[in-house]
């Protein structure tokens, strides 16, 4: 996975934020719908930790929990919403959405739904 090009040195916190849940729910469908096995709240954590390691960040393991947690809540939303093969496809273009080079229009709406999400913990 292309993370790097995701996180970029002018991304804001909460923009950094509502891109871990998008690329981690992304991550979630994908295993999915290969290995039939859903990641752990804690191993999305961990991954979330490599990832921000590669571009010198982090978060605290609380935090980055959180944002498991909802990035979790949104791909299992997907996954029992979408029939397999529409899930599939979804994951892909969730996948190649990571790469900023990348237009869709079905990434676009689930930043808004990550965005979303982000904005009802900080509520909560």
């Not at 930790?49 to 939303?77: F, H, M, V, Y």
């Not at 229009?105 to 739904?113: N, V």
Request: with cysteine; charged share 25%.
């Amino acid at each position: 996975m292309s993370w790097e090009k995701v996180v970029q040195p002018s991304i804001t916190e909460r923009g950094l934020r509502v891109a871990l849940i998008f690329a981690l729910a992304a991550e979630r469908l994908s295993l999915y719908y290969e290995h039939s096995q859903w990641l752990s709240e804690t191993q999305g954590a961990t991954l979330a930790a490599d990832w921000l390691a590669r571009s010198k960040r982090t978060l605290p393991l609380a935090e980055r929990r959180q944002l498991s947690a909802l990035s979790d809540q949104l791909a299992r939303q997907i996954g029992d919403a979408l029939s397999r093969e529409a899930g599939m496809f979804t994951a892909h273009e969730m996948m190649e959405s990571l790469d900023p080079n990348h237009q869709s229009e079905i990434a676009g709406a689930l930043l808004q739904e990550c965005e979303r999400l982000l904005d009802s913990i900080a509520l909560g």
